[in-house]
């Protein structure tokens, strides 16, 4: 490299065939102004492995056998390889440090989107994955076929304890298996934690026993790491059997550390994205939610949000169907995307949440199927009757699709689908 300044080139081998043990990458890229493809998937390999911006005087020879190569350019698309030994076993934090760290801020790159990695078996290994999975899910329910049901109490967050629990017991009495937390509401001042958690387990048992079907919430424990724990030890305690947290804002090494501890007490972990947005929204830059669930199902959540295509939050038909791929198959293979065999790893859940009410569960379904968690929330609170009917509104909406009915036939006998259909129609919620 006598003579030479730029080292990035180094990191470009068309002619690589990738090692069974390798990490593939893709991203979608746009290289600045004066810089060509290649050099740009140079700069992509370089900063996110072995690589620094000069030639170097002296370099062990080890670095040849581990530095990342950009393998494959198809326009605005590059596959990268990086060697096994480049990853730490279990480490999700440092898998991000280098597949989505430095490289996202290189003056060189004008827009850079990190869409998927292949995870070599060797490396799968060393993670947890879900605890339960989905067919650990359905038996805590003891939910056969029907997707799982949930609703946030509406407003996101003003209620007490007492009344968040009053709402809780009303969604529960019209069909609904779960109660959830919204994303902002951990412990307030007007609604503490323990509260909510000790008026919910009382009505969660009323409800249980006047109606003979399972029962529980997704409370929020998200905060610092070790008042987690302690939060996921009072669930527990409390006789809930799932724990929610915020995986995005908390970060993949406390989901890492949740899922060791909530395993140990049987608790499931239902993953709420909020904040994914802020990465994946530019389809031109950041971090694909696809790739996203993949790595939640990886370090070892339950469910995780995975979009609607029909509610009020920005997702396409095609992504959301490749997000639940990816979460509740064994093997994938997505055709935008990279192949992914999943080994020992249980599948996710996926969840479909915002903007949802009775008139969208068809579409709904008819995109994810019945292996899913339905969120519908406004969508029974605001119901004409009240929460309780419409809970049941959106239950008889599920029966009519699981039968292959028309809504608006099956509305005819179930006053409750009747008087959503009235009020939403088929609105999708902008």
């Not at 062990?60 to 605005?76: D, M, Q, S, T, W």
């Not at 030994?85 to 996202?104: H, K, T, V, Y």
């Not at 997000?323 to 969840?351: F, H, N, Y």
């Not at 968690?373 to 004409?384: D, F, N, Q």
């Amino acid at each position: 490299m006598t003579g030479k300044i730029d080292w990035y080139s180094e990191f470009v081998d068309l002619d690589y065939t990738p090692a069974k043990d390798d990490l593939i990458c893709l991203y979608y890229f746009e290289p600045a102004r004066g810089i060509s493809a290649a050099e740009a998937a140079g700069r992509i390999a370089s900063e996110s492995s072995a690589g620094t911006w000069t030639t170097l005087t002296k370099l062990p020879e080890r670095v040849a056998k581990i530095k990342a190569r950009a393998f494959e350019l198809n326009g605005r698309y590059v596959k990268v390889a990086y060697p096994i030994d480049l990853w730490e076993p279990g480490n999700a934090p440092q898998l991000l440090s280098g597949i989505a760290g430095n490289i996202f801020g290189m003056k060189a790159l004008k827009n850079l989107r990190l869409l998927d990695a292949s995870l070599p078996a060797k490396y799968i290994k060393s993670f947890k994955g879900p605890h339960h999975g989905i067919r650990g899910l359905r038996s805590l329910l003891k939910i056969e076929k029907r997707p799982l049901t949930g609703a946030v109490p509406k407003p996101k967050i003003g209620f007490s304890a007492a009344e968040h629990a009053e709402v809780a017991y009303e969604t529960w009495m019209g069909g609904f298996d779960l109660v959830k937390d919204d994303e902002n509401l951990t412990s307030t001042s007007f609604n503490r934690f323990e509260d909510r958690v000790e008026r919910m387990a009382k009505l969660r048992d009323r409800a249980e026993k006047e109606t003979g079907e399972e029962k529980d919430a997704l409370l929020n424990i998200t905060g610092e790491t070790n008042e987690m724990v302690r939060k996921a030890g009072l669930l527990h305690d409390s006789g809930f059997r799932f724990a929610m947290i915020d995986v995005v804002t908390c970060g993949t090494a406390s989901v890492q550390t949740l899922r060791q501890v909530c395993g140990d007490l049987g608790i499931a972990i239902h993953a709420h994205r909020a904040m994914h947005a802020a990465f994946d929204r530019n389809p031109r830059h950041g971090i694909s939610m696809y790739f996203l669930a993949k790595l939640m199902r990886l370090v070892g959540v339950d469910e995780i949000h995975s979009g609607t295509a029909v509610g009020k939050l920005v997702s396409t038909r095609e992504e959301v169907t490749q997000i639940a791929d990816v979460l509740r198959s064994s093997e994938v293979e997505v055709k935008t995307m990279l192949p992914q065999d999943w080994g020992t790893i249980k599948p996710a859940l996926p969840v479909s949440s915002g903007g949802l009410h009775p008139g969208l569960i068809p579409s709904v379904m008819d995109i994810l199927g019945s292996d899913c968690t339905l969120l519908v929330s406004g969508g029974i609170h605001g119901h004409p009757a009240g929460t309780r009917a419409g809970a049941r509104a959106v239950i008889q909406a599920i029966e009519a699709s699981m039968d292959g009915t028309d809504l608006k036939e099956y509305a005819r006998e179930h006053e409750e689908l009747s008087q959503a259909l009235d009020k939403w129609g088929y609105l999708r919620p902008k």
